[in-house]
């Protein structure tokens, strides 16, 4: 498999294919850490794994059960896709090593570039009743990422997508007294 595109100046990548992971809660992990810090995401990372963040699910939503958690990242749908946040925080630290091979600023690196795509599917065959036989067929895919040296990103400062604001959160409060 090709990158995309031409890698940037001060800048590394990581790629991996025909990975046994599912290629929807994948795309949907890679959609959430795109734009982030790397110490940023491999931290959101592990809260995935660890279920104490979700990842909000915008595109393949089809069938996601609805969450509170979904609430600070401004969307409905959510899910904690742990073996997909593995696979990517695997990927960050091979491009974690990368950079510090080429002696970049590790805290000013940025995602910049994240893409999913569609690999062969694994074929495999299931045995039904009445002597059918129907496919089983897995859905793997392949991902690249950039990660770039940015001058304006500020690792101390919040993260991009921040939770419920006091203000919002009185007003959810101020609804239940009134339910109540």
Not at 41 to 60: G, H, N, S, T
């Amino acid at each position: 498999m090709k990158y995309s595109k031409k890698l940037p100046k001060r800048s590394v990548r990581s790629k991996g294919t025909n990975l046994k992971v599912h290629f929807k809660n994948t795309c949907e992990t890679g959609r959430a850490i795109k734009g982030r810090g790397l110490r940023n995401a491999q931290r959101y990372l592990q809260d995935v794994i660890e279920k104490r963040q979700c990842v909000p699910f915008r595109k393949f939503n089809q069938g996601t059960g609805r969450h509170g958690a979904a609430k600070n990242f401004k969307a409905i749908f959510a899910r904690w896709p742990e073996k997909s946040a593995r696979f990517l925080l695997d990927m960050l630290k091979n491009a974690e090593s990368n950079a510090k091979e080429q002696e970049l600023d590790l805290d000013k690196m940025v995602i910049t570039h994240v893409q999913v795509n569609q690999a062969p599917k694994g074929r495999r065959r299931t045995f039904k009743a009445h002597g059918r036989i129907t496919r089983y067929c897995s859905r793997p895919c392949h991902v690249q990422l950039f990660v770039s040296e940015q001058k304006w990103y500020n690792p101390k400062k919040k993260d991009r997508l921040k939770p419920l604001s006091q203000k919002k959160h009185q007003k959810k409060v101020n609804r239940e007294k009134i339910k109540n």
